[in-house]
């Protein structure tokens, strides 16, 4: 039985769908299906229950998928030692994610404990780039949010959070639970640079009210946009924060449409250490949603 095969079985148990587990894969779905079939046939039981809906998984696949993905683990950090032994065992993580999550900080220690000798270096994004230079090479994995450009990219996803407006804490609407974007349209908004991610530049820039271009400050960094608000009264859009800096708040829109909190990493990218992280960001990430 080849590790690949397992790669294979794990990623169909973790998706329930032969074709979500192909994109991931980067694979047609039919050899997929050939070789889940295959590995059936080689173990003599059924390991999935297949419907036109998706697959689930069977008894015997539940405890073997529990085996194969330690078995999986094991391997990957089999092979982040030897990267360490040899001096090369380095981690380059992007980031455009709440730094006050306690998600965050679970994952710092999770991956801290399954890798303690290699070295993670952090390089945050900015709106120019919200997979903070992944396609170039300057990181190898990013946390970051959607949508953008994802042309040559994996992406998992760890979260869902809601889209609300960032206000001044002495705002007349910042102590309302819930807004609508109509409440907000005659007022001050942030820009992103005209170089930016265009998909993600028009989903902001489509969250704004209807209407002709705002007149605000261009803000490249969540710093600045917090700055924006603090100082000028600017409208922030954001998705769900944790600890705000003194005199801010966060309020909920109505009718502003989720951003995702994923896990993003490149196609052309096999590495032991990157399939680690992903795999330690979807279980953290999971059980604080889940506590």
Same mark, same amino acid.
């Given at each position: 039985?080849?590790?690949?095969? &397992?790669?294979? !079985? ?11 587990? /192909?994109?991931? +894969? ?5 050899? =997929?299906s050939r070789a ?19 697959? *689930? ?13 330690? +078995? ?10 030897? /990267? ?22 679970? =994952?710092?220690?999770? !991956? ?38 994802? $042309? ?26 819930? =807004?609508? &974007? ?9 820009? !992103? ?13 489509? $969250? ?10 261009? *803000?490249?960094? *969540?710093?600045?946009?917090?700055? /924006? ?7 922030? +859009? ?22 995702? =909190?994923?896990?993003a990493w490149s ?5 032991? &250490? ?18």
């Open positions: 039985m080849e590790l690949r095969t &397992l790669r294979y !079985f794990a990623a169909v148990a973790e998706e329930l769908h032969f074709g979500r587990a /192909a994109r991931r +894969l980067h694979m047609t779905q039919p050899p =997929l889940i079939r295959q590995l059936e046939t080689d173990l003599g039981v059924a390991l999935f229950e297949r419907s036109p809906s998706g697959v *689930v998984l069977t008894a015997t696949g539940a405890w073997f998928y529990r085996d194969a993905r330690a +078995l999986l683990d094991q391997a990957d950090r089999l092979q982040a030692k030897v /990267a360490a032994s040899a001096g090369a065992a380095t981690l380059t993580v992007g980031m455009l994610s709440d730094s006050a999550d306690p998600a965050a900080a679970q =994952l710092v220690k999770a !991956f801290r404990e399954r890798h303690p000798h290699v070295d993670v270096h952090i390089r945050e994004a900015d709106f120019t780039d919200p997979t903070s230079g992944l396609r170039a090479g300057q990181v190898d994995v990013v946390l970051t949010y959607t949508p953008f450009d994802e $042309t040559g990219i994996s992406v998992r996803r760890l979260r869902v959070d809601p889209v609300g407006a960032v206000l001044r804490a002495d705002d007349p609407l910042g102590d309302r639970e819930i =807004l609508r &974007l109509a409440e907000l349209a005659d007022r001050r908004w942030f820009r !992103f640079p005209e170089t930016a991610d265009p998909i993600w530049r028009a989903f902001w820039n489509a $969250t704004a009210p209807a209407g002709p271009p705002r007149e605000g400050p261009v *803000v490249r960094t *969540v710093h600045e946009c917090l700055q /924006a608000v603090l100082w000028n009264g600017t409208i922030g +859009l954001a998705p769900r924060v944790g600890v705000l800096p003194a005199g801010l708040t966060f309020v909920p829109l109505a009718d502003a449409p989720p951003s995702a =909190l994923v896990v196609d052309a990218r096999d590495d032991p &250490l990157v399939r680690s992280f992903v795999r330690v960001a979807v279980r953290t990430y999971g059980a604080v949603s889940e506590g």
